[in-house]
């Protein structure tokens, strides 16, 4: 099979000429395309992965992968947090962050603001299993560009600030910056967290060292660059950048994550610590 190309019929393809790679699942057939006021979305019925969302033809969410994702953009801060009660997801808007967030018993308030309502109702239609925490009574999920929320929220009032969002371009692009960096500082509590998806340490390098320093230029005390395997993501090796405001990066609640009360596919705090081990390579580009 090697060299084939691939028939358009029977696989769908992320190419990425930027960083030269491209990504390919097969599929059985597309089964929605919705173009919202903000952006383009697809889902595919794939052979092997389940269903396969894209946004803007970037992959996004399969049923078969998404755990690995969304258990490392919530548990590594919340049980990195010394007591977590007041979460707001910006993005998230398949809701697979969110219900991970919920597992956490300590947790009073869960917000999630995505700006494009689309996503979320096509996720409830094919993937129900990420939405069944949407009705938990500590939830709130609105629809709003996180930009927008962030800069009027109010002071010192949020423990976890999660950034699940798209790559920064289109509607996500504002999420990057120093703007966004500096409200997200204001409005956090003391010994506050933001964890940001912080792209591919392989093929993103550029702008990773860029949203790490645009973080501390805006106010924040301390970082600390996650690594997970991410399979449909470009490189399929990606990162979580949590910034911390006021003081260090925490060390992990290590006993409280051996002692979870609920089950993780991917996520331990054996894994936690492991994700913090950063190659050579990323230890001398953050110094540089
Ligand atoms: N959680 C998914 C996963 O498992 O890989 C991928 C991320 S999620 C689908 C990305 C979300 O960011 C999209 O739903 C998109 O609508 C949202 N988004 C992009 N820009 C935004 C903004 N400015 N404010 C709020 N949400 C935004």
């Known amino acids: 099979m090697a060299g084939q190309s691939l028939d358009p019929k029977h696989w769908v393809t992320e190419r990425n000429d930027d960083t030269g790679n491209a990504f390919s699942l097969e599929i059985k057939q597309k089964v929605q395309e919705v173009t919202s006021p903000f952006q383009h979305i697809e889902v595919y019925e794939t052979t092997k992965f389940g269903y396969l969302m894209l946004i803007d033809g970037f992959t996004m969410v399969s049923t078969r992968e998404n755990f690995i994702y969304h ?37 009073e308030q869960a917000t999630q603001i ?17 939405c069944e925490s949407n009705n938990d009574p500590r939830a709130s999920i609105l629809f709003d560009d996180g930009i927008k929320f962030m800069a009027e929220a109010l002071p010192e009032s949020i423990d976890v600030i999660i950034v699940d969002s798209t790559d920064p371009v289109g509607p ?10 500096q409200s997200c500082v204001k409005a956090l509590r003391q010994g506050g967290l933001l964890v940001q998806q912080s792209e591919s340490p392989l093929i993103h390098m550029p702008l990773l060292k860029d949203m790490r320093q645009a973080m501390l230029d805006s106010g924040f005390a301390d970082l600390q660059t996650l690594l997970f395997p991410q399979m449909i993501y470009p490189s399929g090796w990606w990162s979580c950048t949590i910034a911390s405001k006021g003081q260090s990066v925490p060390i992990m609640r290590e006993a409280d994550a051996k002692d979870r009360p609920f089950e993780t596919l991917y996520y331990s705090e054996q894994v ?17």
């Not at 700006?115 to 096509?122: A, F």
């Open 71 to 107: 258990e490392m953009m919530s548990h590594p801060a919340l049980f990195t947090h010394p007591n977590p009660k007041n979460v707001v997801i910006i993005g998230g808007g398949d809701c697979g962050t969110l219900k991970e967030v919920l597992k956490h018993p300590g947790i």
């Open 172 to 181: 996500g692009e504002g999420l990057f910056n120093h703007a966004f960096y």
């Open 272 to 288: 936690h610590a492991g994700a913090q081990a950063l190659p050579p390579f990323m230890k001398k580009a953050f110094e540089a």
């Open 114 to 130: 995505d700006i494009d309502e689309q996503v979320t109702r096509l996720s409830e239609e094919y993937f129900p299993e990420l």
